[in-house]
Protein backbone atom coordinates (compact mmCIF):
# COMPACT_ATOMS: atom_id res chain seq x y z
CA UNK A 1 0.00 0.00 0.00
CA UNK A 2 3.07 2.12 0.86
CA UNK A 3 4.01 4.42 -2.51
CA UNK A 4 7.62 2.78 -3.53
CA UNK A 5 8.81 7.17 -3.40
CA UNK A 6 7.00 9.17 -0.68
CA UNK A 7 8.98 12.46 0.39
CA UNK A 8 7.09 13.20 3.25
CA UNK A 9 6.28 11.86 6.82
CA UNK A 10 3.46 11.02 8.90
CA UNK A 11 3.54 12.30 12.57
CA UNK A 12 0.66 10.86 14.34
CA UNK A 13 -0.32 12.51 17.86
CA UNK A 14 -2.18 10.69 20.17
CA UNK A 15 -3.69 11.27 23.58
CA UNK A 16 -5.85 11.45 26.35
CA UNK A 17 -8.97 14.24 25.65
CA UNK A 18 -7.56 17.03 27.32
CA UNK A 19 -4.41 16.33 27.36
CA UNK A 20 -3.87 19.51 24.93
CA UNK A 21 -2.62 16.92 21.68
CA UNK A 22 -4.85 19.45 19.78
CA UNK A 23 -3.66 23.25 21.01
CA UNK A 24 -0.08 20.91 20.78
CA UNK A 25 -0.25 19.99 17.04
CA UNK A 26 -1.77 23.11 15.75
CA UNK A 27 0.72 25.12 16.98
CA UNK A 28 3.49 23.15 16.06
CA UNK A 29 2.22 23.02 12.05
CA UNK A 30 1.66 26.55 11.93
CA UNK A 31 5.41 27.37 13.03
CA UNK A 32 7.11 24.80 10.74
CA UNK A 33 4.88 26.88 8.01
CA UNK A 34 4.92 25.22 4.46
CA UNK A 35 6.83 22.24 5.66
CA UNK A 36 3.98 20.40 7.03
CA UNK A 37 0.47 19.91 6.83
CA UNK A 38 -2.67 19.37 9.39
CA UNK A 39 -4.58 16.91 8.37
CA UNK A 40 -8.34 17.95 8.64
CA UNK A 41 -10.75 14.79 9.35
CA UNK A 42 -14.50 14.31 9.21
CA UNK A 43 -16.50 13.66 12.08
CA UNK A 44 -20.33 12.83 12.87
CA UNK A 45 -19.37 14.98 16.46
CA UNK A 46 -21.83 17.94 16.72
CA UNK A 47 -19.73 21.06 16.09
CA UNK A 48 -18.42 23.04 19.33
CA UNK A 49 -18.37 27.12 19.84
CA UNK A 50 -15.67 28.37 18.35
CA UNK A 51 -15.08 25.36 15.78
CA UNK A 52 -15.26 25.87 11.66
CA UNK A 53 -16.52 23.76 9.40
CA UNK A 54 -13.46 22.67 7.18
CA UNK A 55 -10.79 24.07 9.65
CA UNK A 56 -11.54 21.58 12.77
CA UNK A 57 -13.19 19.06 10.66
CA UNK A 58 -15.20 18.35 8.35
CA UNK A 59 -18.75 18.00 10.30
CA UNK A 60 -21.13 15.72 8.28
CA UNK A 61 -24.18 13.08 9.41
CA UNK A 62 -24.11 10.06 9.67
CA UNK A 63 -25.30 8.99 6.46
CA UNK A 64 -22.68 11.21 4.93
CA UNK A 65 -20.26 9.29 6.93
CA UNK A 66 -21.12 5.89 6.16
CA UNK A 67 -21.32 6.71 2.60
CA UNK A 68 -17.91 7.98 2.27
CA UNK A 69 -16.51 4.99 4.25
CA UNK A 70 -18.38 2.87 1.49
CA UNK A 71 -16.92 4.87 -1.36
CA UNK A 72 -13.55 4.23 0.02
CA UNK A 73 -12.33 7.95 0.71
CA UNK A 74 -10.56 6.83 4.38
CA UNK A 75 -7.22 6.24 5.34
CA UNK A 76 -8.33 4.87 8.36
CA UNK A 77 -11.91 5.14 10.30
CA UNK A 78 -12.99 5.08 13.94
CA UNK A 79 -15.39 5.67 16.77
CA UNK A 80 -14.20 7.82 19.45
CA UNK A 81 -16.81 8.82 22.63
CA UNK A 82 -19.71 7.48 20.74
CA UNK A 83 -19.23 9.38 17.24
CA UNK A 84 -17.40 8.50 14.11
CA UNK A 85 -13.96 9.67 12.88
CA UNK A 86 -11.79 9.36 9.74
CA UNK A 87 -8.90 10.49 7.82
CA UNK A 88 -9.10 11.56 4.17
CA UNK A 89 -7.03 9.07 1.97
CA UNK A 90 -6.09 11.69 -0.67
CA UNK A 91 -5.38 14.80 1.66
CA UNK A 92 -2.76 12.62 3.15
CA UNK A 93 -1.32 10.99 -0.14
CA UNK A 94 -1.43 14.86 -2.01
CA UNK A 95 0.84 16.34 1.27
CA UNK A 96 3.03 13.34 1.51
CA UNK A 97 4.21 13.34 -2.60
CA UNK A 98 4.78 16.79 -2.15
CA UNK A 99 7.14 16.43 0.95
CA UNK A 100 5.45 17.36 3.43
CA UNK A 101 5.24 16.30 7.51
CA UNK A 102 1.68 15.34 7.78
CA UNK A 103 0.27 15.70 11.56
CA UNK A 104 -2.77 12.91 12.02
CA UNK A 105 -4.12 14.05 15.35
CA UNK A 106 -6.28 10.66 15.82
CA UNK A 107 -6.62 8.11 18.73
CA UNK A 108 -4.86 4.74 19.23
CA UNK A 109 -6.98 2.89 16.97
CA UNK A 110 -6.49 5.18 13.91
CA UNK A 111 -2.61 5.06 14.95
CA UNK A 112 -2.78 1.34 14.74
CA UNK A 113 -3.98 1.80 11.42
CA UNK A 114 -1.64 4.12 9.63
CA UNK A 115 1.17 2.62 11.06
CA UNK A 116 0.09 -0.60 9.14
CA UNK A 117 -0.78 1.31 6.24
CA UNK A 118 2.69 3.58 6.17
CA UNK A 119 5.04 1.32 8.30
CA UNK A 120 8.17 2.61 7.37
CA UNK A 121 6.78 6.82 7.11
CA UNK A 122 5.14 6.79 10.83
CA UNK A 123 6.59 8.68 13.64
CA UNK A 124 4.22 9.07 16.72
CA UNK A 125 3.70 10.42 19.96
CA UNK A 126 1.73 10.16 23.20
CA UNK A 127 0.53 13.34 24.84
CA UNK A 128 -0.44 13.50 28.00
CA UNK A 129 -0.83 15.20 31.46
CA UNK A 130 1.61 14.47 34.63
CA UNK A 131 -2.25 13.71 36.71
CA UNK A 132 -5.56 12.60 36.48
CA UNK A 133 -6.33 16.16 38.31
CA UNK A 134 -4.57 18.06 35.63
CA UNK A 135 -6.38 16.45 33.05
CA UNK A 136 -10.08 16.84 34.39
CA UNK A 137 -9.05 20.65 35.19
CA UNK A 138 -7.87 20.95 31.72
CA UNK A 139 -11.39 19.54 30.43
CA UNK A 140 -13.50 21.64 32.76
CA UNK A 141 -11.47 24.80 31.92
CA UNK A 142 -11.62 23.86 27.92
CA UNK A 143 -15.93 24.27 28.93
CA UNK A 144 -16.79 21.77 25.93
CA UNK A 145 -17.61 19.45 28.38
CA UNK A 146 -20.78 17.83 30.51
CA UNK A 147 -20.18 16.23 33.91
CA UNK A 148 -21.56 12.90 31.81
CA UNK A 149 -18.70 13.69 28.87
CA UNK A 150 -15.79 14.15 31.03
CA UNK A 151 -16.54 10.76 32.69
CA UNK A 152 -16.60 9.29 29.29
CA UNK A 153 -13.46 10.90 28.68
CA UNK A 154 -11.67 9.47 31.56
CA UNK A 155 -12.56 6.03 31.20
CA UNK A 156 -11.07 5.88 27.40
CA UNK A 157 -8.16 8.07 28.97
CA UNK A 158 -7.33 4.77 30.94
CA UNK A 159 -7.60 2.16 27.94
CA UNK A 160 -5.93 4.76 25.68
CA UNK A 161 -2.82 5.29 28.47
CA UNK A 162 -2.27 1.57 27.78
CA UNK A 163 -1.54 1.81 24.26
CA UNK A 164 1.66 3.89 25.20
CA UNK A 165 4.00 1.12 24.35
CA UNK A 166 3.17 1.20 20.69
CA UNK A 167 4.47 5.24 20.51
CA UNK A 168 7.74 5.99 19.61
CA UNK A 169 7.75 8.79 22.22
CA UNK A 170 5.60 9.64 25.06
CA UNK A 171 5.14 13.56 25.83
CA UNK A 172 4.13 14.91 29.48
CA UNK A 173 2.51 17.77 28.28
CA UNK A 174 3.57 20.42 31.62
CA UNK A 175 5.15 23.26 30.31
CA UNK A 176 3.11 24.44 27.01
CA UNK A 177 6.32 26.10 25.53
CA UNK A 178 8.63 23.18 26.22
CA UNK A 179 6.58 20.43 25.05
CA UNK A 180 5.83 22.39 21.74
CA UNK A 181 9.50 22.23 21.31
CA UNK A 182 9.50 19.20 22.11
CA UNK A 183 7.18 18.01 19.30
CA UNK A 184 8.63 20.06 16.84
CA UNK A 185 11.71 17.77 17.76
CA UNK A 186 10.07 14.72 16.54
CA UNK A 187 8.29 16.49 13.58
CA UNK A 188 11.61 16.79 11.91
CA UNK A 189 12.98 13.64 13.12
CA UNK A 190 9.98 12.23 11.02
CA UNK A 191 11.36 14.02 7.88
CA UNK A 192 14.49 12.32 8.13
CA UNK A 193 13.55 9.24 9.02
CA UNK A 194 11.75 9.36 5.48
CA UNK A 195 15.33 9.52 4.05
CA UNK A 196 16.31 6.71 4.76
CA UNK A 197 13.87 4.82 2.15
CA UNK A 198 14.87 6.85 -0.59
CA UNK A 199 18.69 5.95 -1.23
CA UNK A 200 18.76 3.97 -4.00
CA UNK A 201 20.70 6.72 -5.91
CA UNK A 202 22.30 7.63 -3.11
CA UNK A 203 24.25 4.40 -3.26
CA UNK A 204 24.34 4.67 -6.76
CA UNK A 205 26.70 7.32 -6.72
CA UNK A 206 29.18 5.84 -3.82
CA UNK A 207 30.06 2.65 -6.26
CA UNK A 208 33.34 2.18 -7.70
CA UNK A 209 35.06 2.95 -4.16
CA UNK A 210 35.77 -0.60 -3.65
N1 LIG B 1 -9.11 7.32 14.41
C1 LIG B 1 -9.31 8.63 14.32
N2 LIG B 1 -9.42 9.39 15.43
C2 LIG B 1 -9.62 10.72 15.30
C3 LIG B 1 -9.70 11.35 14.03
N3 LIG B 1 -9.91 12.68 14.23
C4 LIG B 1 -9.92 12.87 15.55
N4 LIG B 1 -9.74 11.71 16.21
C5 LIG B 1 -9.67 11.47 17.66
O1 LIG B 1 -10.97 11.52 18.21
C6 LIG B 1 -10.88 11.92 19.58
C7 LIG B 1 -11.92 12.97 19.90
O2 LIG B 1 -11.58 14.17 19.27
P1 LIG B 1 -12.41 15.49 19.52
O3 LIG B 1 -13.83 15.27 19.16
O4 LIG B 1 -11.71 16.60 18.79
O5 LIG B 1 -12.40 15.67 21.07
P2 LIG B 1 -11.26 16.05 22.12
O6 LIG B 1 -10.20 14.98 22.07
O7 LIG B 1 -12.02 16.08 23.38
O8 LIG B 1 -10.72 17.39 21.72
C8 LIG B 1 -9.44 12.35 19.79
O9 LIG B 1 -8.75 11.28 20.41
C9 LIG B 1 -8.93 12.57 18.40
O10 LIG B 1 -7.53 12.39 18.31
C10 LIG B 1 -9.58 10.52 12.86
O11 LIG B 1 -9.65 10.96 11.72
N5 LIG B 1 -9.40 9.18 13.07
N1 LIG C 1 0.62 22.73 28.71
C1 LIG C 1 -0.60 23.21 28.97
N2 LIG C 1 -0.84 23.85 30.13
C2 LIG C 1 -2.08 24.32 30.44
N3 LIG C 1 -3.17 24.22 29.64
C3 LIG C 1 -3.00 23.57 28.45
C4 LIG C 1 -1.71 23.04 28.06
N4 LIG C 1 -1.85 22.47 26.85
C5 LIG C 1 -3.15 22.64 26.50
N5 LIG C 1 -3.83 23.30 27.44
C6 LIG C 1 -5.29 23.65 27.46
O1 LIG C 1 -5.98 22.45 27.80
C7 LIG C 1 -7.23 22.38 27.12
C8 LIG C 1 -7.29 21.08 26.31
O2 LIG C 1 -6.41 21.19 25.20
P1 LIG C 1 -6.77 20.57 23.77
O3 LIG C 1 -5.67 20.95 22.83
O4 LIG C 1 -8.17 20.88 23.39
O5 LIG C 1 -6.66 19.01 24.14
P2 LIG C 1 -6.98 17.70 23.31
O6 LIG C 1 -6.85 18.01 21.85
O7 LIG C 1 -5.94 16.73 23.76
O8 LIG C 1 -8.36 17.27 23.69
C9 LIG C 1 -7.32 23.64 26.26
O9 LIG C 1 -8.09 24.61 26.96
C10 LIG C 1 -5.87 24.08 26.12
O10 LIG C 1 -5.75 25.48 25.92
Do not use: G, S, T, V
Given at each position: MECMKVKGSILVISGPSGSGKTSLAREVCNELKDLAYFSISTTTRPIRDGERDGVDYFFVSKEEFLKDVEEGYFLEWAEVHGNFYGTSKKQINEALNKGKIVFLDIDVQGHEAVRKAYPNIVTSVFVTTKDKKTLIERLKKRETETDESIKVRMINALHEM???????YLLINDDFNSSKEKLKSCAIASLIKTSKYNIENFIEKWKGIE
Open positions: KKIPQYD
